[in-house]
């Protein structure tokens, strides 16, 4: 009989966890989102969460949603968690890649997962159902062949202290 650790995280719940714990990284006072691009053979190989260009600093930019001034929101700063992990991938290609995401992607980081061969999204939550962005993302994800579905949560609660 194995003595084997039987309580370790699944490969799903490593992967969405290893996203959300970037998304912490995050600025963003209302919606902080995380990203973990992974191997088909579940190798990590890029991570990222919503936040500023480089140079554009977290106490001089907006973080605001809403004002007369689009530019004086956030929309039109912040790069999103899954083009943040796009761009911070060291290596050759993400083509057949699996794109973990705690929030389902906006149609402008759908452009860039299939552009980038990413085959397979798995997202948490869906605040955003049946927006345009949504709906234009399904279109494209359908059109492209990137799956898509939901993360099936195991409601495990995971503490660790740093
Ligand atoms: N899939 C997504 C969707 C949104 N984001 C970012 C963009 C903003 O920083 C924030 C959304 O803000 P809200 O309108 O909810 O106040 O989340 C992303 O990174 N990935
Ligand atoms: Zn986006």
Request: charged fraction near 25%.
């Amino acid at each position: 009989m194995s003595d084997k650790r039987k309580d370790y995280i699944n490969w799903d719940e490593y992967f969405m966890g290893v996203a959300k714990l970037s998304g912490l990284r995050s600025k963003d006072p209302n919606t902080q989102v995380g990203c973990c691009i992974v191997s088909q053979d579940n190798k990590i190989l890029s991570m990222g969460y919503n936040g500023l260009p480089k140079g554009c600093s977290d106490d001089e930019f907006p973080w605001v949603r809403e004002g007369e001034d689009p530019l004086k929101t956030k929309y039109v700063y912040t790069v999103h968690s899954e083009l943040n992990a796009i761009l911070n991938f060291r290596g050759g290609s993400l083509e057949g890649a699996k794109l973990y995401v705690s929030l389902f992607p906006c149609n402008e980081c759908a452009k860039a997962i299939i552009q980038s061969g990413i085959k397979e999204v798995i997202y948490d939550c869906n605040k955003y159902d049946g927006s345009t962005a949504v709906q234009a993302s399904m279109r494209m994800f359908d059109a492209a062949g990137v799956a898509y579905h939901q993360y099936k949560r195991s409601n495990r609660k995971i503490e660790i202290e740093l």
